[in-house]
């Protein structure tokens, strides 16, 4: 706050020395010297209260963007493009070196124009090549939105995925590794859908507040409550985002728009969706699978079945094998934002 106070007040004496400059540029075209009174001061006075208040947008703003927007950038990104910067200039001023005996403006005009360019030119190339840097240092791979899990590091939960109930099962095989960190402001949120007038709303807050306390019992991946100062008012996605960008850590969710946020403001998502997704079956066309075959489709003669680890297969001309095992081959394999679709026909003889 002190430093806020001393922007403003050398915000406010700036802007008043720039007015009163204007003063007596005013007073110049003049002829009457006098007028320099009126307009220095009226200048003056006007540019003390302007400086007050623009001073913080001119200075913190920017440097707080700036801040934000270069965290943002993956570490060997920011290494490659910075080396290429400074190869680029090297290679300027190398460059440069006949042209600094030249006259006039070739002699500082050209240099500087070689040094724009080249370095530009380097740093372009850096951040293309920022891959060979990420294979030389792995420690500087940023997050990048896959369902890379960092070990012995910091995971925020998203009350989607205390909800949805498979962070518990997926902590007792030992995939993570770290601590998962319930953020205060996820907790209220799930305590207040617990207490909601709406019974399915009701019951899936207090499957959450089930799923904490046998993640709080279950020894194999700690689990924390955090109470952090972010800023009250905002969403609690939003909040959750701005706090894991500040921490540096990834976020464990099943819901897709946090994940698409999250991603585009460079933060790490391990969705259980998507990994779900990953470690299904892998069926190939033209395999054969023995199901059972327990509903009909939507279409006319079709029948539905699912794998062992819940993928639907669609079995065409299936509805007369309804609520019995029956063999099937592949036909062929879909792949939707929703999870994969496996399409058969009843295997004949």
């Not at 806020?4 to 004496?13: F, Q």
């Not at 070990?151 to 995925?161: E, F, H, K, Y």
């Not at 601590?179 to 709406?198: C, K, M, Q």
């Amino acid at each position: 706050m002190v430093a806020l106070w001393m922007l403003r007040a050398l915000g406010a004496g700036g802007f008043g020395v720039i007015g009163w400059r204007l003063g007596v540029i005013i007073s110049d075209f003049s002829s009457d010297e006098e007028r320099f009174i009126p307009w220095g001061l009226a200048l003056t006075l006007a540019g003390i209260p302007v400086g007050a208040f623009l001073a913080p947008y001119l200075t913190l703003k920017p440097w707080h963007k700036g801040g934000e927007y270069i965290s943002s950038i993956p570490g060997s990104t920011l290494l490659s493009g910075t080396t290429g910067l400074l190869v680029g200039l090297l290679v300027a001023a190398l460059v440069s070196i006949p042209l600094f005996s030249l006259h006039g403006w070739l002699g500082w005009g050209v240099p500087v124009m070689l040094s724009f360019l080249l370095g530009i030119c380097g740093s372009w190339i850096g951040v293309i090549r920022a891959r060979d840097v990420q294979a030389i240092f792995p420690a500087l791979e940023s997050t990048n939105g896959t369902a890379r899990i960092q070990r012995n590091g910091r995971i925020l939960v998203d009350t989607s995925a205390i909800i949805d109930g498979r962070i518990a099962d997926l902590s007792i095989t030992g995939f993570l590794e770290g601590v998962l960190l319930v953020p205060r402001f996820v907790l209220d949120e799930l305590r207040h859908i617990a207490d909601s007038g709406d019974p399915l709303r009701r019951n899936r807050g207090r499957r959450g507040l089930e799923v904490l306390a046998r993640l709080r019992k279950d020894s194999t991946i700690p689990m924390e409550v955090l109470d952090v100062g972010v800023k009250d008012g905002d969403e609690v996605d939003s909040r959750l985002v701005q706090l894991a960008r500040s921490m540096k850590s990834p976020i464990l969710t099943t819901d897709y728009n946090l994940n698409r946020v999250a991603e585009l403001q460079g933060v790490q998502v391990l969705n259980v969706n998507e990994l779900a997704n990953a470690i299904k079956s892998i069926v190939l066309p033209g395999e054969e699978l023995r199901l059972n075959i327990v509903q009909e489709g939507r279409e006319a003669g079709q029948g539905v079945a699912y794998l062992d680890d819940g993928t639907m297969v669609v079995v065409e001309g299936g509805r007369r094998y309804l609520n019995a095992f029956h063999d099937v081959v592949v036909t062929r394999v879909l792949q939707t934002a929703a999870g994969r679709i496996i399409f058969a026909q009843p295997k004949a003889g």
